[in-house]
């Protein structure tokens, strides 16, 4: 595998905005205080990556496909509101990924009104600032001692951009990386589909095409055992 990795208290994190680099970009100063869990793959996890994308009140169905060809034919629907989830794990059963498929902000407008997202007029939020939320959460938990023993604080932990892909079946086949990069730092890099609702390049693609933000994210499992030195990463 690849690899880089970060380090930093919950404090600067907050409160200071790092430099991007060539290879990735420090998000940490944008950090919400939404509420939802990212610290554990739940049940819920997809919805919860869905309210943080869109910031939807709208009531939402999670549904757990028990294998991954399951999920790769499942679709996330505006109305009724359903997102889908999938857990890949190693073959020792360790978690190493979940995927998400959620919806866009202009598409949930668009079959529940301007009150059901977000502006679709502001920049959209990536997979990236998923894995920004999971790194905060998770470090918030971490007690004294083991912050002083982990071997990644969040300022060492840097989000690469997201791989994008234009297809279901190059999202499906482009797993999220977790891996040390040459400045000895953890970087991860989500994958992410998103293809808006009323984006006029996927106005001929059919409907269940568009209004799509797919996600695969490291696990959070696995992110804190990186960040704890319980997975250790080669370069």
């Known amino acids: 595998m690849k690899g880089r990795i970060r380090s930093a208290y919950l404090t600067s994190i907050v409160v200071t905005a790092l430099g991007a680099s060539t290879m990735g970009t420090d998000l940490w100063a944008s950090s919400t205080s939404e509420p939802g869990s990212l610290v554990t793959s739940h049940r819920d996890f997809c919805a919860v990556v869905q309210r943080k994308l869109v910031d939807t009140p709208l009531p939402l169905t999670n549904k757990i496909h028990p294998?991954?060809?399951?999920?790769?034919?499942?679709?996330?629907?505006?109305?009724?509101?359903?997102?889908?989830?999938?857990?890949?794990?190693?073959?020792?059963?360790?978690?190493?990924?979940?995927?998400?498929?959620?919806?866009?902000?202009?598409?949930?407008?668009?079959?529940?009104?301007?009150?059901?997202?977000?502006d679709p007029a502001?920049?959209?939020?990536?997979?990236?600032?998923?894995?920004?939320?999971?790194?905060?959460?998770?470090?918030?938990?971490?007690?004294?001692?083991?912050?002083?023993?982990?071997?990644?604080?969040?300022?060492?932990?840097?989000?690469?951009?997201?791989?994008?892909?234009?297809?279901?079946?190059?999202?499906?086949?482009?797993?999220?990386?977790?891996?040390?990069?040459?400045?000895?730092?953890?970087?991860?890099?989500?994958s992410a589909l998103f293809a808006e609702w009323e984006d006029w390049r996927w106005k001929i693609m059919p409907k269940s095409f568009r209004g799509n933000h797919y996600c695969h994210l490291v696990a959070p499992e696995r992110i804190r055992a990186l960040m704890r030195g319980e997975e250790r990463l080669i370069r």
């Open 67 to 118: 294998s991954k060809d399951a999920f790769t034919e499942s679709k996330a629907s505006a109305k009724p509101t359903e997102t889908q989830q999938f857990s890949e794990r190693a073959p020792d059963g360790r978690l190493l990924g979940i995927s998400c498929k959620t919806k866009s902000a202009d598409h949930l407008r668009a079959e529940h009104g301007v009150s059901a997202s977000r």
């Open 122 to 190: 502001l920049p959209p939020r990536s997979c990236r600032d998923i894995h920004r939320e999971m790194v905060i959460q998770l470090w918030a938990t971490f007690d004294n001692d083991a912050r002083a023993s982990s071997a990644f604080a969040p300022h060492q932990v840097i989000l690469d951009a997201d791989t994008s892909s234009y297809t279901g079946s190059g999202w499906i086949g482009s797993p999220a990386e977790a891996y040390l990069g040459g400045d000895g730092k953890l970087h991860l890099r989500a």
